[in-house]
């Protein structure tokens, strides 16, 4: 299978797709045609989540060897979760169930792919055979950052820099990425949010520091869900859902389900999108926002718009306004790049495109948006806690505020079952939910984490205790404009202690 950007006719191998991330043209990378529906549940019930992986990536990666890609997700997800499952479906009731998805090395689900990715891309390296370092360029609200600096820490010829909005993100997070160990990685934050640094790296993509990097022997890469080896591990675990679901007998042969997934960059729920296209029998996709809700004002009327007020929020992952992964829902709403092109111009120059009605009502057909605000999430945190004895992280309680809303205005099919995605442990957000458990919010988070511990008898995570001791090492905060210079600066590091070395 080959790939195509979202912008032109570009095509390119998936080894050339997974190592360069982003499109020359400033594109996505697409499968030039998704595969037909291949999923069967009799074939696939007994397998374990890395043979799943397996099954689910072959149909995409058709460059990797059956037997290589087995060993890659083996090695992916063997030893790397604390979950037996992976990914733990847990049924609160008859109407909805909780995918837990915070089990991995930096208790987000961004671990769930960034497990995988590494060994994609080592593989894809292989296969170029060009000798060339690579710098991976991240952009994190939160959570990719830690999960691509463990995934990537100390292999051999990759090298990450990985930028953060330096007060957009929780104090664990930010702890857990300034900690970061590793003789290959750099942190920065920004004086900025996530746009900004989104933005200043995709403008790197697009500029001649790329062209100078690789005359160098650099070549640059991203983490981010901009790159397809990112997004197409996603698909396996809402597969693995449905298979834990007609398990637990949540759901019958015949029966669709519905997932609500908290949304920032748009690559979960379009993971989502792509699993329903291959077959998994996925009811409404329901895409919740926070304040930040570009997304749902764009379901509602068909135009995207960030000229609008920037909130930072108690979710910071979903605080973004430039969804990048929704480019990729767009070229396929509207088959066309060209279509896209003049989209994705229109929004740089102007903050805003639009499209027709009966696109809108395309797009609608596959996937709705509904948003909630602090309280709604606070609310929810406590609402949740209460009647069922568990606690949710912001971002989760935002999907389930969503989902309580539709279902009380029978947005939702009354006798339909919703899964609510899970996408981070509620210990990475001590403030918040020690303010809603009515706990003193004062200290380190760590002496806030011990009180909800005793409070609720849930184990503090090791990945996140074991920060409490560690020196930060990367305290540095740069302007949005000055981000090209860092990772100018990061490449001629790289190359002079590769030339120390040879």
Known sequence: ?????????????????????????????????????????????????????????????????????????DAAYTGTFDAKEIVPVKRMTDAFSVAE??????????????????????????????????????ATSGDTGKAALEGFRDIPDINIMVFYPSDGVSPLQKDQMQKQSGNNVRVAGIDGNFDDAQSAL??????????????????????????????????IYYVWIWLQLRKNHSIGENERFNVVVPTGNFGNILAGWMAKEIGVPLGQLICASNENKVLTDFFETGVYDINREFYLTESPSMDILISSNFERFLYYVLGSADKVAAAMKALNKEGRYAVSEEELADALGEITGGWASSEDMKRAIKAVYESYDYLMDPHTAVAYA???????????????????????????????VAEILGLDETGTPYDVLRRIEKKTGIPIPFQLGDLEMKEKRFIDIIGKDDVADAVSEYMDDIMNIRMRNE
């Open 1 to 73: 299978m080959r790939y195509r950007s979202t912008r032109s006719e570009e095509k390119i191998s998936a080894p050339q797709a997974l190592l360069q991330g982003l499109a020359k043209d400033g594109g996505l990378y697409v499968p030039e045609m998704l595969p037909a529906p291949f999923i069967e549940y009799n074939s696939l019930r007994d397998l374990s989540y890395k043979e799943l992986a397996s099954f689910v990536l072959k149909r995409f990666l058709t460059d990797i060897p059956e037997n290589d890609l087995k060993k890659l997700t």
């Open 101 to 138: 998805m915070f089990y991995g090395r930096t208790c987000a689900f961004k671990d769930l792919a960034l497990s995988l990715f590494p060994y994609l891309l080592v593989w894809a390296k292989a296969q170029e055979n060009d000798g060339k370092q690579i710098l991976i360029l991240t």
């Open 202 to 235: 995709k403008r790197i993509f697009m500029s001649g520091l790329r062209e100078e990097a690789s005359e160098k022997g650099v070549l640059f890469s991203s983490a981010n869900s901009i790159n397809i080896g990112r997004l197409l591990p996603q698909i």
């Open 402 to 432: 969503v989902y309580h809303r539709l279902r009380c205005e029978g947005k939702i099919e009354r006798h339909s079952h919703t899964v609510i995605i899970s996408t981070a442990h509620p210990y990475k957000f001590p403030g918040i």
